[in-house]
């Protein structure tokens, strides 16, 4: 069983690999940070399943953390994104 | 009974693996930001829901699979919120993206 975890986890990283193509084809920031989120959800897999092959119980803090991070991580970029355009969103809105 | 569980945890953790694959492909393939945030937040949270699903037949303790249940529900409720703004501020941004 502990081997087909941790080829799972190995085949889940590759496709966040692959997906950290986006950041480098852009075009616009929210892409990129989409990528980000994409490392974060798969990040937190691969680390649940090397957790499980190994029996080692602290990696599902460590999986508690990737979440948290993920999320703080696109909130900042919303807020710093918004901040760029002032005005903007009240206009939008009561159009 | 254990054969019954650890068939249980490969077919739900292979399902899991494919829904991040498609997660992938379509970050990768689809046209613009909007469809490539739907294919993100989609697939990937299923994709993590279903390896969660399938890890918990092996946790030791009830507990351990509860920690694991809240994990996805944060995700679940973190990766809904943030995609909410981030289309925000892409519709805010204009068609720079």
């Not at chain 2, 949270?45 to 303790?61: A, E, F, I, K, Y």
Request: overall charge neutral; hydrophobic content about 60%.
């Amino acid at each position: 069983m502990a081997e087909f975890l941790v080829g799972a986890a190995a085949f889940i990283l590759g496709m966040v690999a692959l997906g950290l193509l986006r950041i480098l084809r852009g075009p616009g920031d929210a892409d990129r940070i989409m990528s980000a989120q994409l490392v974060g959800t798969g990040g937190i897999a691969a680390v649940l399943l090397l957790g499980t092959a190994t029996g080692e119980a602290a990696t599902v803090d460590i999986a508690l953390t990737l979440a948290l991070l993920a999320a703080f991580a696109a909130f900042a970029f919303v807020k710093a994104k918004l901040a760029q355009t002032p005005g903007e969103s009240r206009a939008a809105d009561s159009q | 009974m254990s054969l019954f569980l650890d068939l249980w945890t490969v077919v739900a953790v292979v399902a899991g693996a494919f829904f991040f694959f498609a997660g992938t492909v379509g970050l990768l393939r689809f046209p613009d930001s909007l469809t490539r945030l739907h294919a993100l937040t989609k697939a990937d949270n299923l994709g993590l829901g279903l390896v969660v699903l399938g890890l918990l037949p092996q946790m030791d303790s009830v507990a351990a699979g509860l920690k694991l249940l809240c994990i996805w529900l944060l995700v679940l409720l973190s990766g809904a919120t943030s995609s909410q703004w981030i289309a925000r501020s892409l519709r805010e941004g204009g068609s720079e993206s």
